[in-house]
Nanobody
Framework: QVHLVESGGGLAQAGGSLRLSCAASGRTVSNYAMGWFRQRPGKEREFVAALSWNSGSTLYADSVKGRFTISRDNAKNTVYLQMNSLKPEDTAVYYC?????????????????WGQGTQVTVSS
């Protein structure tokens, strides 16, 4: 069983930056693809970014491409989401997820483990 805990959320101004972390415990996720999803107020959960097990391949939603960067440190069993040039529409609860497959996916149904989420609020 994998337990995921997100941190790093909070309040930021438009144009600012935040870095989210997702620490995994219970077992190593070094062979798993990892992803970030978000749920904006009144909307369904949506894909943000995903990373293959070896960091060799990434996927990004068009809305965050060029502004967000997903990365991982397998030695620390941790995944990160660096968010730059934040916009008010990035306000959401951000979730980390682990897929026992090694290759990244944008589909939430492919992910086996989820964190509890961290709130990101961007003010204009």
């Amino acid at each position: 069983q994998v337990h995921l805990v997100e941190s790093g959320g909070g309040l930021a101004q438009a144009g600012g930056s935040l870095r989210l972390s997702c620490a995994a415990s219970g077992r190593t996720v070094s062979n798993y693809a990892m992803g970030w999803f978000r749920q904006r107020p009144g909307k369904e959960r949506e894909f943000v970014a995903a990373l293959s097990w070896n960091s060799g391949s990434t996927l990004y939603a068009d809305s965050v491409k060029g502004r967000f960067t997903i990365s991982r440190d397998n030695a620390k069993n941790t995944v990160y989401l660096q968010m730059n040039s934040l916009k008010p529409e990035d306000t959401a609860v951000y979730y980390c997820a682990a897929d026992t497959s090694p290759w990244q996916s944008r589909w939430s149904s492919d992910y086996d483990y989820w964190g509890q989420g961290t709130q990101v609020t961007v003010s204009s």
